[in-house]
Nanobody
């Protein structure tokens, strides 16, 4: 079972930037890697993903154009660069890996390993 550790969260003002990182304990070859987030009182939601099979990047509409996902397979790491942050981006951000088919890529149930999360708070 792959172990995942996130880092890089923090407190930032509206319009600011943060870069989240996720480190895997084992090789991520063949895995889709993704970021999800969960705000208090809300369900966990998909943010972004990168597939091993084709290298394509996928984003939630709410973050498209502001967030950029990337991965380094040699170092077993993934990152999420976030710019133009908004108050509604405040959430606990999770790193996840799995082997979802394309139609389930945005579903949290399709991922088999999760990190503990890193908090992102955007103040007005």
């Amino acid at each position: 079972q792959v172990q995942l550790v996130e880092s890089g969260g923090g407190l930032v003002q509206t319009g600011g930037s943060l870069r989240l990182s996720c480190r895997a304990s084992d090789g991520i070859s063949g895995y889709t890697m993704a970021w999800f987030r969960q705000a208090p009182g809300k369900e966990r939601e998909f943010v972004a993903a990168t597939r091993w099979t084709n290298g394509n990047l996928y984003y939630a509409d709410s973050v498209k154009g502001r967030f950029t996902i990337s991965r380094n397979n040699a170092e077993n790491t993934m990152a999420l660069q976030m710019v133009s942050l908004r108050a509604e981006d405040t959430a606990l951000y999770y790193c996840a890996v799995g082997r979802p088919i394309l139609s389930t890529l945005r579903l949290s149930s399709a991922y088999t390993a999760w990190g503990q999360g890193t908090q992102v708070t955007v103040s007005a």
